[in-house]
């Protein structure tokens, strides 16, 4: 098995897909935002406003490059990775590229409590959301290998339904 590569927009259920495979099959897995953070001792609200967005872009880059030398790793990337054709060029290069996805309205319920996602500043509503996930749709399905919706679905569901498209 190569490595999995879990994208898409924030809230759509990467953390907790990975989360899950690891408990359930004991597969490795990698949180590139946490990774980030870790590396940069700051979260990644404050990498934005500090360095921007595009020092936060050329890390992910970064970890992607040292994540494409690995094997067997579930991968819950940024929900801007694919934006980038190398990212994609590496995801493909070392893996299957899985896209989580889900309505505004969900994601919105997902992420309403957080404050750490910057890119959402000004925008955490249903609409600023589907704004942003236009801008992002072509790039997103673009990368995928395989899409999985997963509006009204449990995290269990949603990861069966990744590992019998990692295991058939």
Same mark, same amino acid.
């Given at each position: 098995?190569?490595?999995?590569?879990?994208?898409?927009?924030?809230?759509?259920?990467?953390?907790?897909?990975?989360?899950?495979?690891?408990?359930?099959?004991? *597969?490795? /897995? +990698? @949180?590139?935002?946490?990774?980030?953070?870790?590396?940069? &001792?700051?979260?990644? #609200? $404050?990498?934005?406003?500090?360095?921007?967005?595009?020092?936060?872009?050329?890390?992910?880059?970064?970890?992607?490059?040292?994540?494409?030398?690995?094997?067997?790793?579930?991968?819950?990337?940024?929900?801007?990775?694919?934006?980038?054709?190398?990212?994609?060029?590496?995801?493909?290069?070392?893996?299957?590229?899985?896209?989580?996805?889900?309505?505004?309205?969900?994601? *919105?319920? /997902? +992420? @309403?409590?957080?404050?750490?996602?910057?890119?959402?500043? &000004?925008?955490?509503? #249903? $609409?600023?959301?589907?704004?942003?996930?236009?801008?992002?749709?072509?790039?997103?399905?673009?990368?995928?290998?395989?899409?999985?919706?997963?509006?009204?679905?449990?995290?269990?569901?949603?990861?069966?339904?990744?590992?019998?498209?990692?295991?058939?």
């Amino acid at each position: 098995m190569n490595n999995i590569y879990l994208i898409g927009f924030m809230g759509t259920g990467k953390s907790a897909a990975a989360a899950y495979l690891m408990r359930q099959y004991g *597969l490795p /897995r +990698v @949180e590139m935002d946490r990774e980030i953070e870790a590396d940069c &001792g700051m979260s990644v #609200a $404050e990498i934005f406003a500090d360095q921007g967005e595009e020092a936060f872009r050329q890390r992910e880059t970064l970890l992607l490059r040292k994540i494409a030398e690995k094997e067997e790793v579930v991968v819950s990337c940024g929900g801007g990775v694919p934006l980038r054709k190398v990212n994609v060029d590496l995801m493909h290069a070392s893996g299957t590229v899985i896209l989580l996805t889900a309505s505004p309205e969900t994601i *919105l319920k /997902r +992420v @309403e409590h957080s404050h750490d996602r910057p890119i959402l500043n &000004g925008r955490k509503n #249903a $609409e600023g959301i589907r704004l942003l996930m236009e801008q992002r749709q072509k790039d997103y399905a673009e990368a995928a290998d395989y899409v999985i919706c997963t509006d009204g679905k449990r995290v269990a569901d949603v990861g069966e339904e990744i590992y019998r498209i990692i295991k058939p």
